[in-house]
T-cell receptor, first 115, second 115 residues
Framework: GAVVSQHPSRVICKSGTSVKIECRSL??????MFWYRQFPKQSLMLMAT?????????EQGVEKDKFLINHASLTLSTLTVTSAHPEDSSFYIC???????????FGPGTRLTVT | AQSVTQLGSHVSVSEGALVLLRCNYS??????LFWYVQYPNQGLQLLLK??????LVKGINGFEAEFKKSETSFHLTKPSAHMSDAAEYFC?????????????FGKGITLSVRP
């Protein structure tokens, strides 16, 4: 149980285009989802926290207009990187937290490469 | 604010040798503590967690960790390293378990296992 999926696992896009990454909790309802960014050989950096049905809360320094997060249902959150640039290339990981718990379950990550 | 310290960036051991990965937390109130493992291009997998019950916590793949309040530590150990243990390891802390709680990660440490 407690499986989180991400789609796509890898994406390559051209500079200036937008990319959407999906995060799904497959066997539980996630009232809260988290989006992280990870650079090579570095730790996870929390980008934002999203609660179902409300606006995401972004960490300091994260551009909310560039990284659009939508948590439209209890099993799906999306991260859209708008007008992507090469510096947005990174590994993006989501996690989901079931209602009433503190546990976070992590997705397998999405490798974004912007050319 | 909570902080998690993982000293060093790389640990190398021989196959069959003891694995010791160090983690210290900063909070005066013992948080919940976690160890995660990350294999290349994958998400995080929970190895074990401390939630204020037993101070010696056993996890998957033969790993265990001991919570020591006096040392504000939660070091990860495994008696005998296996080649498959080579990965990135992250220690994380959760200061409280409320709705807005967030994990604080250490910077991670790379474990290499020599044949």
């Amino acid at each position: 149980g407690a499986v989180v999926s991400q789609h796509p696992s890898r994406v390559i896009c051209k500079s200036g285009t937008s990319v959407k990454i999906e995060c799904r909790s497959l066997d539980f309802q996630a009232t809260t989802m988290f989006w992280y960014r990870q650079f090579p050989k570095q730790s996870l950096m929390l980008m934002a926290t999203s609660n179902e049905g409300s606006k995401a809360t972004y960490e300091q320094g994260v551009e909310k207009d560039k990284f659009l997060i939508n948590h439209a249902s209890l099993t799906l959150s999306t991260l859209t990187v708008t007008s992507a640039h090469p510096e947005d290339s990174s590994f993006y990981i989501c996690s989901a937290r079931p209602r009433g718990t503190y546990e976070q379950y992590f997705g397998p990550g999405t490798r974004l490469t912007v050319t | 604010a909570q902080s998690v310290t993982q000293l060093g960036s790389h640990v190398s051991v021989s196959e069959g040798a003891l694995v010791l990965l160090r983690c210290n937390y900063s909070s005066s109130v013992p948080p919940y503590l976690f160890w995660y493992v990350q294999y290349p291009n994958q998400g995080l997998q929970l190895l074990l967690k401390y939630t204020s019950a037993a101070t010696l916590v056993k996890g998957i793949n033969g790993f265990e960790a001991e919570f020591k309040k006096s040392e504000t530590s939660f070091h990860l150990t495994k008696p005998s390293a296996h080649m498959s243990d080579a990965a990135e390891y992250f220690c994380a802390a959760l200061s409280y378990t409320g709705a807005n709680s967030k994990l604080t990660f250490g910077k991670g440490i790379t474990l290499s296992v020599r044949p």
